[in-house]
């Protein structure tokens, strides 16, 4: 088998085989950004003198239409390919001759398939950041609409104090904005080029790389070109932690629902639309949309674990194991997104049954009342013990009283879901502006920037 790296050399097919394993496969996700990253290694080659205008030209013209071929399906991974650099490269020289050889002048594909990962994460990351502040500001506005449905709070699942369908939704939402607002740590770590490492000592050539970079829309360059290599697996491993955490608030939210809805609980009520059936008990409306999307967090937890796993206790510079590692971020991505996506569909459309609240539920409301006519908390707590012990009952406030009692910020009475807004009015700031730039820089290298 010929690559581009065998030369003159006879490569055994199950060397082949083995050694490309599944790549292509994930590789059909990296292909456009293959092409993007080496429009943007052309303009730090031109920049550094390393190829001539009339070359420049020819392969700018090339890549484009590359570009272009690759998103309508004529370019593709064959058979024949090792990976998305060796389709691009074939592709170019097909057409372009000795031009086309040029475009690996002063990269390696192990740089090659960093900056790669790095554009597909961009993209990715800003689709994620946005889908989940979607879901964040459905739970704020189901909040909204059902702050005064007021059910009881559990803890140990069991019942606790007054809570609302409203202050549930709340922390969920605002849990998942902490999530989103967690993004720039990752971003500041993927947001540098990794392009003029090559294989992570990079070359003898007078490279411009922050020519390349600022072309495709890199704040920077990896500054220490070792640490490009070193970085594989953390970078993924960032990204996916990321995921994982987004995909726990989501699990919450899921196991919740399937809880409540149950018939025991009784809280929530899933629409037919949303449910499935057996085809045994024609009675069931069964909340799979919900227990897929648990299970599916765990699936998000195991491709972080695949890539924490492949990463450990490997020395400096560039293993042959980091090729295992486009499997279960692209999955793992793609998971994240799915859930996202789906439960912004059903929130809205879970339907509210306020509880009464009575018994225990309403015991720390007495213990309050009395504190406030002046008994020491640790009296009132034991004669209310006492009481409940006795079989006695308290009288329960009225729903505008028990919610008045809890005025605090963010409690049941005072949800204050306009600081959470203005949170997630500034994670979209961010994201627009930070998707704005990455597609800037993509149309320019495209040429369809206006």
């Not at 004529?74 to 024949?80: D, G, V, W």
Request: proline share 4%; hydrophobic share 45%; aromatic share 6%.
């Amino acid at each position: 088998m010929k690559t581009l790296w065998s030369g003159s050399r006879r490569t055994h097919p199950l060397t082949f085989l083995f050694t490309v394993g599944d790549d292509p496969a994930w590789d059909r996700h990296l292909l456009r950004w293959d092409v993007l990253g080496s429009l943007g290694h052309l303009e730090g080659l031109v920049a550094s003198r390393l190829v001539t205008q009339a070359d420049y030209r020819r392969l700018r013209s090339g890549l484009r239409a590359a570009l272009a071929a690759a998103d309508d399906g004529r370019l593709a991974i064959r058979p024949r390919h090792e990976d998305a650099h060796s389709a691009v490269e074939e592709w170019l020289v097909a057409r372009l001759g000795a031009a086309g050889e040029r475009i690996h002048t002063g990269r390696s594909r192990n740089d090659q398939v960093a900056v790669n990962i790095r554009l597909m994460l961009k993209d990715r990351l800003l689709d994620l950041h946005e889908a989940a502040g979607d879901l964040a500001g459905t739970l704020l506005a189901f909040a909204a609409k059902h702050r005064r449905a007021l059910w009881p709070g559990y803890t140990h699942l069991r019942r606790a104090m007054p809570s609302s369908a409203g202050l549930w939704a709340a922390a969920l939402g605002e849990g998942l904005l902490d999530t989103v607002e967690a993004l720039d740590a990752v971003w500041r770590q993927v947001d540098r080029s990794p392009l003029g490492s090559a294989a992570g000592y990079g070359v003898p050539l007078p490279l411009k790389r922050e020519t390349a970079a600022a072309a495709l829309g890199f704040r920077g360059v990896e500054h220490a070109i070792g640490s490009v290599q070193n970085g594989r697996g953390k970078l993924e491993a960032a990204a996916l932690f990321w995921c994982v955490q987004m995909g726990h608030e989501v699990g919450k939210l899921a196991s919740d629902v399937v809880l409540l809805s149950g018939e025991e609980f009784g809280m929530l009520e899933l629409p037919a639309e949303f449910a499935t059936g057996s085809s045994i008990m024609p009675h069931k409306r069964n909340p799979d949309v919900f227990e897929l999307t648990r299970g599916r967090v765990a699936l998000i937890e195991a491709d972080l674990a695949a890539t924490l796993g492949i990463r450990a206790k490997l020395t400096s510079g560039y293993h042959r194991d980091w090729q295992l590692l486009k499997g279960p971020l692209i999955a793992g991505l793609a998971r994240t997104g799915s859930l996202l996506s789906m439960m912004t569909v059903v929130v809205p459309a879970l339907r509210v049954h306020a509880k009464p609240l009575e018994g225990g539920t309403l015991s720390t409301d007495e213990v309050m009342r009395r504190v406030e006519a002046g008994v020491p908390f640790r009296q009132a707590y034991r004669d209310v013990a006492a009481a409940l012990k006795r079989g006695e009952r308290f009288p329960a406030p009225g729903p505008g009283e028990l919610m008045a009692r809890r005025r605090g910020t963010g409690g049941l009475g005072n949800l204050d879901l306009g600081a959470a807004r203005r949170r997630l009015r500034a994670a979209e700031r961010w994201r627009r502006a930070e998707r704005a730039r990455f597609d800037r820089a993509m149309a320019r290298l495209a040429g369809k920037a206006r």
